[in-house]
């Protein structure tokens, strides 16, 4: 059974930091695409920040590019985002998501291209 399972959301104040983890378990990762989401309440899942199999390129929304970094460690089953000067509008539940097909060459940021989810972490800003 597929599972990835996020950790790492808090409480911090605005322009703090904050580390997210997602652990995947039931299959290998390493051929997919991981990606965040967030959603915040009463608005739609946007795209945060991808990465490619194997890690070898990542994507970022323009809203937090700069500021966020995706990584991930296939050896762990891990995939990781680095959230630094982190702003009041960023508070949403984050979500980690598993790609449906293997060895796409750029991440997707649609929700609809992928199949496996986590329960999701809230990050609250406060400013």
């Known amino acids: ?24 378990s ?21 795209f945060v920040a991808a990465v490619t199999w ?3 390129s990542t994507d970022y929304a323009d809203s937090v590019k700069g500021r966020f970094t ?12 680095q959230m630094n000067s982190l702003k009041p509008e960023d508070t949403a539940v984050y979500y980690c998501a598993a790609d449906r097909l293997p060895l796409r060459n750029r ?3 649609n929700p ?4 496996y989810w986590g329960q999701g972490t809230q990050v609250t800003v406060s400013s």
């Open 107 to 109: 991440g997707s940021r």
């Open 54 to 56: 194997l890690g070898g």
């Open 70 to 81: 995706i990584s991930r460690d296939d050896a762990k089953n891990m995939v990781y985002l």
């Open 112 to 115: 609809v291209d992928y199949n």
């Open 26 to 46: 039931g299959r290998t990762f390493n051929r997919y695409a991981m990606t965040w989401f967030r959603q915040a309440p009463g608005k739609e899942r946007e």
């Open 1 to 24: 059974q597929v599972q990835l399972v996020e950790s790492g959301g808090g409480l911090v104040p605005a322009g703090g930091s904050l580390r997210l983890s997602c652990a995947a």
